[in-house]
């Protein structure tokens, strides 16, 4: 039996502490689309694979702490708080994540922040 949505979101959400961007694009079907909401969205795994890489770099490692999980469907929303690994300091960053899953991959990914302050904790 395949893995409902909420189940893949919690597989995804947790893969984010291994540091390996590979695995990460595994979750995603070939024409997914991922919209940090502040920024615009990117499409196809390719796509999302480099805007993952860019936010990523210099990052040692990453947590996504997921408070709160919901589902309607294959719609799945998240509560966390992205948890970034930086040479000398940690930013947390409280999120709500929307995943569409599809056919047990994710099709798409929104993610609602505040970008003023990620930006006000790496300047600080």
């Given at each position: ?12 959400c ?17 024409d ?29 490692k ?11 469907g ?19 960053l ?28 790496m300047?600080?």
């Amino acid at each position: 039996m395949s893995d409902s949505p909420t189940e893949i979101v919690t597989k995804f959400c947790a893969a984010w502490s291994d540091n390996d961007v590979d695995a990460l694009m595994g979750f995603f079907a070939d024409d997914a689309v991922y919209h940090n909401i502040p920024i615009d969205p990117v499409n196809g795994v390719d796509a999302i694979k480099a805007a993952i890489a860019g936010f990523t770099q210099g990052v040692e490692k990453i947590e996504f702490r997921v408070k709160q999980i919901a589902a309607d469907g294959n719609v799945v929303m998240t509560e966390r708080v992205d948890v970034f690994h930086l040479p000398g300091k940690t930013i947390e960053l409280p999120v709500m994540g929307t995943f569409e899953v599809k056919n047990g991959k994710i099709a798409a990914w929104r993610d609602y922040f505040d970008m003023q302050q990620f930006m006000d904790q790496m300047s600080s």
